[in-house]
């Protein structure tokens, strides 16, 4: 319907902005660490070439070919989308403005056995498979001596006050924090093949057969949140699939209603909740660990800040998720949280 498309517009510009704050709040170090979740890699792709497309020059042209099919992998959004989008502006440089030129996107997944014949070193054994990226463009190209620094820092070709030398550096970096690997092959006069591979996972569903035949069903939750909107449609995206969850909007009244009914789990949302002792999380998240030990404790934050990571550290929550959130991220990390308290991760 025309209103479930004005929706999905709506909830994709709201992904995007995400990004942009939590990439924000990254380089002014208030987030103190990178938050990784299951990425399918299709829609990745489609979403970052409708960005690079915006950008691409008149006398450029791109192509794309997929193979993906329910190929994904395990990283920050951001950050990958930084990769394929330096790499795309660096082609559209090495084309130039004088000539028709053409940028070439390809994806699909491959075995470890590719990575070999690609002349990649130091192959992990713990990754199968892994999903390529391939970027070859139709540029000035470049000869053996630059191409063994391109990855250095403040390494450029571009003109003084054009280029920081940064670019590839940043896109090597973030290939390698994702376990991944990325080769270059550049020949003068007849352009550059960038490669990258992300090693691919399987994203962990939790369908509604699941949770009935399993023992999340009779769990009950808790959510304590500033946001009456949000948390009712928390609230009742839980109760589609047949969890009990309660609502309080007031740190006063956490307390108060767990005096009646102890909840498997507690959702807290971080920031101020108490109006009159302006109480944060964390605060209530220690008089519930002492009070209520077996409850799991999940905060959902728009950054994760120091106290937050040091909480979690000393085992005062259990869980932590970047908002927005959903009902089916509080269950795989409440999931995740009861095996390791019995034991069984």
Known sequence: SDEYDSVREIFEASEKAKDVIRQISSMSRKNMETAYRFIEADNFLKRAVKMIRTICPYNISIEVKTNLEDAGFFGNHT????????ICVNAFHAIGSKKEGKVEIEADTVSRKVLSEDSVADISEIFKSYVRFRIKDNGCGMDSHTIEQ???????????GKGTGLGLSVV???????????????EEGKGTLFTIYIPQSE?????????????????????????????HILRRDFEKIGIRADEVSEIKDVIKSMKNKVPDILVLEDGQFDSETHVLSPDISMEVREKYPSVIQIVMSDNIRKEIVEARQKEIIDAYIIKPVSASAIIEAARKSAGEKSGNV
């Not at 950050?79 to 330096?86: D, G, H, I, Y």
């Not at 250095?152 to 003084?160: H, Q, R």
């Open 79 to 86: 950050q990958l989308n930084q990769v394929l989008l330096n």
């Open 203 to 231: 994203k962990q569903v939790i369908s509604e057969n699941e949770q009935e035949n399993g023992s999340e069903k009779r769990w009950s939750i808790l959510i304590a949140g500033a946001n009456p909107k949000v948390v």
């Open 150 to 160: 391109i990855f250095t820092p403040f390494f450029t070709t571009k003109p003084e």
């Open 172 to 186: 090597d970096q973030i290939v390698h924090a994702h376990k991944g690997y990325i080769t270059v092959r550049s």
